[in-house]
């Protein structure tokens, strides 16, 4: 499990530099400089989780976690790579479509809060596991 999440980790750090990158070149000349800084929120918190994932997966290996916490762990993880595509993901779709006036974001928005959600409770669960484990290792 912790490979799984530590790959999803690392591809998620890598594909923000590219979207970064994208933003601050390719993007700017399309978008006005407020829809750009919703693109660049997106890119923060999808790398911020990258970043999280990355640590849940060195978390898991080297801690002496029973199968009930490497599940909520999984759990933790699931939540930090649902809120990345619901959260940032959103904010990646209304920015472009932003670009076109494209009638589809009014159905797009009400979707960001749903990815902030999810963070929250990726990170809730995960200090469950770490209050609850009281294994020093």
């Not at 801690?63 to 649902?82: C, M, P, V, Y």
């Not at 990646?92 to 006036?101: F, H, M, R």
């Not at 809060?113 to 609850?132: A, D, K, N, T, Y």
């Amino acid at each position: 499990m912790d490979r799984k999440i530590l790959i999803l980790g690392l591809t998620f750090a890598a594909l923000s530099v590219l979207l970064g990158a994208f933003g601050a070149h390719a993007l700017k000349s399309m978008v006005t400089e407020d829809k750009l800084q919703i693109f660049e929120t997106g890119v923060r918190y999808q790398f911020m989780h990258a970043m999280a994932l990355i640590t849940l997966a060195i978390y898991c290996k080297q801690r002496n976690l029973s199968i009930k916490e490497q599940k909520r762990i999984g759990w933790a993880a699931h939540f930090f790579i649902a809120g990345t595509l619901l959260f940032s993901g959103s904010l990646y779709i209304l920015t472009l479509l932003s670009a076109t006036n494209h009638p589809l974001i009014r159905f797009i928005g009400p979707i960001t809060p749903i990815g902030g959600l999810s963070f929250m409770l990726g990170w809730f669960l995960w200090l469950r596991v770490v209050f609850l484990n009281k294994v020093d290792k």
